[in-house]
């Protein structure tokens, strides 16, 4: 069951506007796959002490030179009222890796964050 629904994703990514996006980034990648830890926040509290995750890409863009934290989604969404819903669940996924970037790097502002959806080939 999984290695048809695998193909079926990576065709769907293959055909889609996302595969290109990626391909267009090539020259402003920052990171793949990025492990990051975290403590909580002032005012926080985690009953593990730290968050761990991995950021899928970390780029800046190429207009603003900015960065970007792109988190690949595979969720089989209806629509955009059911995307945006979605993106809503991951917010917090988002605010935590931003918060991340933005202590290790030291920057001024927070990154931007987007979620890929990949079976709807959309951005948000």
Not at 70 to 84: C, N
Request: aromatic share 6%; no cysteine; charged share 25%.
């Amino acid at each position: 069951r999984a290695l048809p629904v695998a193909r079926d994703l990576l065709a769907t990514f293959a055909a889609g506007p996302l595969l290109p996006r990626l391909r267009s980034l090539k020259d402003h990648l920052v990171a793949r796959e990025l492990p990051v830890l975290l403590p909580p926040g002032k005012g926080e509290h985690s009953p593990v002490g730290v968050v761990s995750g991995t950021i899928d890409l970390l780029y800046k863009d190429p207009k603003t030179g900015r960065l970007v934290i792109a988190d690949y989604k595979t969720d089989e969404v209806e629509g955009g009222e059911e995307m945006e819903a979605r993106a809503a669940v991951y917010a917090p996924q988002g605010a935590i890796y931003a918060r991340a970037i933005q202590e290790a790097l030291e920057l001024g502002e927070a990154p931007r964050f987007e979620l890929w959806f990949v079976r709807m080939g959309r951005i948000r």
